[in-house]
């Protein structure tokens, strides 16, 4: 993972934060239940359903409002 001199994560690119948090909900409708099928459920529930509301702009900056989408993000980095 490429950090900044002052040490935070790297931003994720705003198209790429979308696609992760698409693939991630793709994946939780397969679940029956689970701790992230909840946490997305409530994510998107609360932002009326669209990703411009969705935890990843928690922080607009960098978009890592979402622990799911940091996780999968920093893995893909780290194997690159």
Known sequence: MTMKENNA?????????????????ERNQKKRISFSK???WG??????????????YGDPETHRGCQLVNKVFDTLEKNE
């Open 38 to 40: 909840m946490q997305c």
């Open 9 to 25: 994560p790297e931003p994720i690119p705003e198209e790429i934060a979308i696609r992760i948090c698409q693939e991630i909900r």
């Open 43 to 56: 994510c998107m529930k609360f932002s009326d359903f669209d990703d411009r509301g969705s935890c990843i």
